[in-house]
């Protein structure tokens, strides 16, 4: 399984693909949801963990474009400023599910497996 990670901070970056990799998965993490449609339309991956404040283009942005360009995905979005509204709106966009920062290392597994297992 290939993951795309979409966050501005170097360590949660860092952190994610140190989590996945451990579990067995191959994952590209990258700062600039803009530019995730390169790595997309060149590269097949499965799931894609994106945080929803960023600068430049922010999570739902790209939610939004993903959905224009109808690229089909299974996005867990993530969030540390997130409310009920942020998930449900994330989930009207069409990502498959939300998950507040902090987090623990089991639960992005735990929402990493439940999407896989859809």
């Known amino acids: 399984m290939r993951i795309l990670i979409i966050d501005d901070e170097d360590s949660m970056r860092h952190m994610l693909s140190v989590i996945l990799k451990r579990e067995g998965y191959d994952s590209l993490a990258i ?5 995730a449609f390169e790595y997309i ?3 097949d991956f499965d799931f894609i963990l994106c945080d929803i404040r960023m600068p430049g283009m922010g999570g739902l942005e790209f939610l939004k474009a993903l959905k224009d360009k109808g690229i089909n995905r299974t996005v867990i979005m993530m969030s540390a400023y997130g409310t009920m ?3 449900i709106e994330c989930m ?6 939300y998950i507040s920062k ?3 290392a089991d639960e992005i597994i735990l929402t990493v497996k439940k999407a896989e297992e859809r």
Not at 31 to 35: E, I, M, N, Q, V
Not at 92 to 97: I, S
């Open 31 to 35: 700062p600039d949801a803009g530019k």
């Open 41 to 43: 339309e060149s590269d």
């Open 85 to 87: 509204d942020t998930a």
């Open 92 to 97: 009207k966009l069409g990502a498959y599910d």
């Open 102 to 104: 902090p987090f623990k």
